[in-house]
């Protein structure tokens, strides 16, 4: 079966941490160019980050840039994003996609609030 499944998500208070995990499965995620998405309350889906296939380039999003990082572990089939410095702002369900497809995982949701 062909999906991604997020997990990592809950409630942290503002300057703290989160990793967020993404499972794939049904496809070669090792040939796959993967990215992350948020989408908080009102506002379009915005792209959050985004890493090449092996995992040698990746590239942010001005608001979480020197915050947050992309990595993948290409013998897992896992996608991750490593979330510090947390600010109320950062609150969005989170999504993982393969890249240049329509797969998306169901998204998990982080809230930053004290």
């Known amino acids: 079966q062909v999906q991604l499944v997020e997990s990592g998500g809950g409630l942290v208070q503002p300057g703290g941490s989160l990793r967020l995990s993404c499972a794939a499965s049904?496809?070669?995620?090792?040939?796959?160019?993967m990215s992350w998405y948020r989408q908080a309350p009102g506002k379009e889906r915005e792209l959050v980050a985004r890493?090449?296939?092996?995992?040698?380039?990746?590239n942010y999003a001005d608001s979480v840039k020197g915050r947050f990082t992309i990595s993948r572990d290409n013998a897992k089939n896992t996608l991750y994003l490593q979330m510090n410095s947390l600010k109320p702002e950062d609150t969005a369900v989170y999504y993982c996609?393969?890249?240049?497809?329509?797969?998306w995982g169901q998204g998990t949701q982080v809230t930053v609030s004290s």
């Open positions: 996609k393969r890249s240049y497809t329509n797969l």
């Open positions: 049904g496809f070669t995620f090792s040939s796959s160019v």
């Open positions: 890493i090449t296939n092996t995992g040698g380039s990746t």
